[in-house]
């Protein structure tokens, strides 16, 4: 006897509803998880930068890698309702703003030494797949000037990216600030979503 596939809705009705099982106020937790479990990107006593991090679920499960010795910092725009543990710290702000922003100014209003910059961003989709893939692209690149600002030597990104033309760009953007980086799409992406996650490791000491 053959089994039925399982549907898209019936898996984003999953994740969603382990989610909120689970107390993270969204379900994207679940790739950030996967990156973890197979990376190992955040440890204890660490210092995070979450990028757009509305409505939480990020900021929330890496406070709970970081440990009370650790930090995590998370930008957006919009005010999150979510309660977050004490050695965590939401700042409403613009991510685009702050890439504009020399280092020096960029270190009096965040802080620098991060070991991981996350950016989980994602433009308003318009449905026109080449616009949504530059909009992607224009946010990728904000993230990745911050993380050559903010990040300690050897520290990593992880950046979520529409597929389309600028995709390999960006990749290079990564390779030529970081001494390695993967290319991954966690199971918990909706199947006909076009995003995937550049993980750029071991950010050079030299690059500014």
Known sequence: MKRKKTSNKYQTDH?????????FPARSVYKLKEIQQKFKLINKGDKVLDLGCAPGSWAK?????VGKDGQVIGIDLKKTAHGFPANTHIIVGDVIELS?????NLDEMIGSGYAAVLSDMAPPTTGRKDVDAARSYYLCMAALTIARKCLAPKGVLVCKIF?????????????????????????????????IYIIGLGKKQEDI
């Open 15 to 23: 994740w969603a509803q382990k989610a909120k099982k689970e107390n």
């Open 61 to 65: 499960y890496a406070a709970s890698l």
């Open 100 to 104: 504009e922003t020399d280092k020096e």
């Open 163 to 195: 597929q389309g033309d600028e995709f390999e760009e960006f990749k290079d953007a990564v390779c030529s600030s970081f001494n390695r980086h993967k290319i991954f799409k966690p199971q918990s992406c909706r199947k006909e979503s076009k995003e």
